[in-house]
């Protein structure tokens, strides 16, 4: 069967989606224009950063404990990827500061100066661990109030995959990440990150431009 091309986030679909995690959509009426901030705002901006930066599964982000997580490196235990298998991926520095900022909000929230080790990194007004058709949901939400087409989650697995590429990291390196087996997939991101340089060299030659 023929591989389907992947698709991945524009820079510019990510700030809208960030944008729209943040708040809701404009107000029809009296105060039309007005946007309130909404309540889950930090959780989920702070979800898709994490989605965008470590290139996790659905399933992947759902599970995370706090105890998997360190606050201070950015280092997440994925313990039951694809196959069952255990992985670590790393959250970038934007990324930690809001996990940090969705984290303290929701202890001043909870009244409590601790969260126990054992609590979903990312949860419920419940409490509860976000499951993987409540994390669709959110994602196609916001993706609706930003304008964004065929949004899903694992569009940011595809964004990631082949960032990383474009900005230097190792087809090895990249393979580690996802927990792919094997390099056939991680192929397909090199193909696809070949041909954005590729139409971006043509597009910004500096001797084109220049007509040297």
């Known amino acids: 069967p023929r591989r389907t091309q992947p698709e991945p986030y524009t820079a510019d679909e990510i700030r809208s989606l960030l944008d729209a995690a943040e708040y809701s959509a404009p107000w029809i009426g009296r105060y039309q224009g007005a946007r309130s901030r909404r309540a889950t705002a930090l959780r989920d901006r702070a979800i898709m950063l ?26 997440a235990l994925v313990r039951h990827g694809k196959g069952d298998k255990e992985r670590v991926v790393f959250a970038g520095h934007a990324t930690r500061q809001a996990i940090w900022r969705y984290l303290q909000d929701r202890m001043r929230r909870s009244q409590v100066s601790q969260l126990h080790r054992s609590k979903p990194l990312f949860c419920t007004s419940t409490g509860q661990h976000l499951d993987r058709s409540q994390l669709l949901h959110m994602i196609r939400n916001c993706a609706q109030r930003a304008g964004v087409a065929g949004a ?6 595809h964004t990631f995959a082949v960032t990383m590429l474009r900005n230097g990291a190792s ?26 340089l590729e139409q971006a060299m043509r597009a910004a030659s500096p001797a084109d431009a220049w007509r040297l």
């Open 152 to 157: 899903n989650v694992h569009r940011f697995r």
């Open 50 to 75: 994490l989605l965008l930066d470590s290139g996790l599964r659905a399933s992947e982000i759902c599970a995370l404990r706090l105890e998997d997580y360190d606050r201070r490196t950015g280092r």
């Open 171 to 196: 087809a090895f390196v990249v393979q580690q990440l996802l927990g792919h087996e094997d390099m056939a997939t991680v192929r397909v991101y090199i193909k696809l990150a070949e041909i954005d």
